[in-house]
């Protein structure tokens, strides 16, 4: 049995489309549960009178991705469990795709899909998580033509939270996304706890979904800037191995020094804010890594084998600034596709 788990924030606009694409590639057993985070548009009240095949969870406030995502995976009961963003929209074949090559797979712990952008669906938003040694982790391939992809699947750090398969035995063994992080990193967080634990991931070429990229937190607001950059660092401390993290602190410095620069240059405080909390968060991250490095399984070098060398500092942010543009386009040239009718 399949669950397939949608958590929304006044995301109603883009429901229905969501919906439909992925209700029509499901098994008759199989189940979709929405989590509606304390949305104030009208989503619980639709979604009881419009889709009543829906489980629906109406939470009196909001949770952030990462607490909503939990509340629906207590209440799945598939053994396999699917996480769809409210605004992606599945193409035809993906959630088959997925489901096959878990299957065929009994080892690993996680099938990553491809999340392709929404108004240029012949680009990759995200295939999977790429991390590096500066502790960055980031979405693998973005603005790669779909047609370079692999045709077969591909091992992967972890999957992305908006279209990710996960097998409920790897969640019993390594637990549920950290609460805490509300949202953003929390993905990446769980990836590297399940790689602490030796469950590999898949990706899936041929599992592609559209979607509209940072349609509930927008792309360099403030709160983005702040939560990215707290999630960083607790990610980091919790997971990251003794021996790895001592090798890897010179880069992950580096790159802070840099971001904090350029945060006090620019103006956007929340960068530096988000990096604050993570300091006045220490004595309780420390508990949670020594909860999770004496259940670790791999030796460091099967850890550091996953992070990526970084790249010089002006080729992040190029990267940043071509996704930035990216964004901004709203009828690009040269994509093929279009805005997603649903």
Known sequence: MLSVIIVTWNGRRFLDPCLCAVAAQLQPDDEIIVVDNGSTDGTADW?????????????????GFAGGVNVGLRMARGELLLLLNNDAFVEPGCVPALVETMQQNPQIGAAAGVLTFDHCPNLVASAGIVARRDGLALDRWTGRDVDALPATP????GASGGLALYRRTMLDDVGLMAPDFFNYLEDVDLAWRAQLRGWPCLLVPNARARHVYSA??????PLKQRLLGRNRWRAILRCFPAGVLHACLPHILAYDVMAL???ALTRKFAMIAGRIEALRDWPVLVQERRHIQARRTV???????WLEPPPPPWQTLQAARRLDTL?????PRGCEGGKAAG
């Open 47 to 63: 979604l009881s009178h419009t889709w009543r095949v829906v489980r629906l969870v109406a939470l009196p406030s909001n949770l």
């Open 154 to 157: 591909q091992p992967v750090m």
């Open 216 to 221: 509930t937190g927008r792309q360099g607001s």
């Open 261 to 263: 620069a350029y945060a």
């Open 299 to 305: 030796p460091d070098d099967a850890f550091a084998s």
């Open 327 to 331: 964004l901004e386009r709203a009828a």
